[in-house]
Structure formats: structure tokens, C-alpha cells
């Protein structure tokens, strides 16, 4: 089952431009969780964020989440070229449930 | 270097063929994951372990198989049920305690079916 969207599914930008990506969900949430994946590779994860909080700061990465329209943002300012990835929202419950991955943005990011 | 090890890096498998993904973590996690990887789709579950000597069925578990007999080890059978293997499988793991949730992957196994 998908539980995350992610929009757009593509995003090209220039060098020094920020980034916004969003996901939509479908049911309650423990905590909400952004990955990265450079093409062939593993993901990364980047940052989580709680179902009671409303903000997250790490470095260049900002995400919001609002659960009463059951959606979060990941923004990326000034972006680098080494940013191109692709970005995956999951979503997950309680303990050790699995995560619920989304299909992802693809984040070209041109020098 | 802690982290997670999948092996092979690529693999091709003739129809029929039972192939087996390995997975190595030296990072004391509990729960290890398989997932699988096609183009346009994300990452869907395929199985999943708590803790060691049990583990559950994901959303498409059909055609595969797992064991969990030590902590460290979470290996995956593509077995000759499942009718299209051809994907990028990625192993994860996670912590129970300190940043329970998180997971933590491996570089993946290509595997195309010839």
C-alpha cells in the first residue's frame, strides 16, 4: 500500500534556487520521515518529524507537516548540484511499524 | 565502519532460477526490511523482521522468501513463483531505542532476469 504522494514528481531548478517538495497522506501518523536517493544507490535519511510537531530546521533542509490536511513539505534553500536525487517521504505508525514509502521527486538541480 | 552490506551489487538470473540476496548489518538493530524498487513505483515492503527467528509479510511477500536465524543477517530468496524478480531490492534496518523508526539501507542488489 502507498500511503505518501509526492508533487511534483519531477523539479528542475538552477544552482542557488530553492527547492519545494510535498507529500500527502491517507491515514494518522506517528511521525513522518524524508529520504534521499542518488541514482542506484541507497537511501539517506535526512530528517523526521513527529505527528505533534510543526516545523523542522536541519541545515538547509526545512519541513513543515500539517496533519489536519494530512501533508508535509520538505524545502531545500540554495540549492547545489549536489542536491540532484531523488527525495522519498514515508510515513510510519507506532514502535517498529514499517515504513510507508511514497514514489518520489526527482530533483534536477542545474549548475 | 558500521553500517549495512548487501551483496551482490548485481546479479542476473535465468527463468526458474532461485537466486538469494544477502544482507549484513553490524549495527546491533533489531528490525531488519526488504524492500523492492521499480522505476515510477517507490519502495514496496516485501518482508520484514523484529527480531530475531520471526518475521512478516509485507505488502508483496508472494514469490519471495527471508530467514532471520542470527541478528546480523536478514538474508532474500527470489524464488521461481515470482513472476516479474527484474527490480532493485534495497535492505534496511533500524534501531529500537535512541531513533526508533529511522532506517538505515544498504547500496541494493540489481537483479535482471535474462
Known amino acids: 500500500s502507498q500511503q505518501g504522494e509526492e508533487d511534483p514528481q519531477a523539479l528542475s531548478i538552477q544552482e542557488g534556487e530553492n527547492a519545494t517538495m510535498n507529500c500527502s497522506y491517507k491515514?494518522?501518523?506517528?511521525?513522518l520521515q524524508w529520504y534521499r536517493q542518488n541514482s542506484g544507490r541507497g537511501l539517506v535519511h535526512l530528517i523526521l518529524?513527529?505527528?505533534?510537531?510543526r516545523e523542522k530546521h536541519s541545515g538547509r533542509l526545512r519541513v513543515t507537516l500539517d496533519t489536519s490536511k494530512k501533508s508535509s513539505s520538505l524545502l531545500i534553500t540554495a540549492s547545489r548540484a549536489a542536491d540532484t536525487a531523488s527525495y522519498f517521504c514515508?510515513?510510519?505508525?507506532?514502535?517498529?511499524?514499517?515504513?510507508?514509502f511514497g514514489k518520489g521527486t526527482r530533483l534536477s538541480v542545474i549548475a | 565502519d558500521g553500517g549495512i552490506t548487501q551483496s551482490p551489487k548485481y546479479l542476473f538470473r535465468k527463468e526458474g532460477q532461485n537466486v538469494t540476496l544477502s544482507c549484513e548489518q553490524n549495527l546491533n538493530h533489531d528490525a531488519m526490511y526488504w524492500y523492492r524498487q521499480d522505476p515510477g513505483q517507490g519502495l514496496r515492503l516485501i518482508y520484514y523482521?523484529?527480531?530475531?527467528?520471526?518475521?512478516q509479510k509485507g505488502d508483496i511477500a508472494e514469490g519471495y522468501s527471508v530467514s532471520r536465524e542470527k541478528k546480523e543477517s536478514f538474508p532474500l530468496t527470489v524464488t521461481s513463483a515470482q513472476k516479474n524478480p527484474t527490480a532493485f531490492y534495497l535492505c534496511?534496518?533500524?534501531?529500537?531505542?535512541?531513533?526508533?523508526?529511522?532506517?538505515?539501507f544498504g547500496e541494493g542488489s540489481r537483479l535482471t532476469v535474462l
Open positions: 534496511a534496518s533500524s534501531p529500537t531505542s535512541g531513533r526508533p523508526g529511522e532506517l538505515f
Open positions: 518529524i513527529r505527528s505533534n510537531e
Open positions: 523482521s523484529q527480531i530475531v527467528n520471526d518475521f
Open positions: 491515514t494518522s501518523i506517528n511521525n
Open positions: 514515508a510515513t510510519g505508525g507506532s514502535g517498529n511499524t514499517p515504513l510507508v
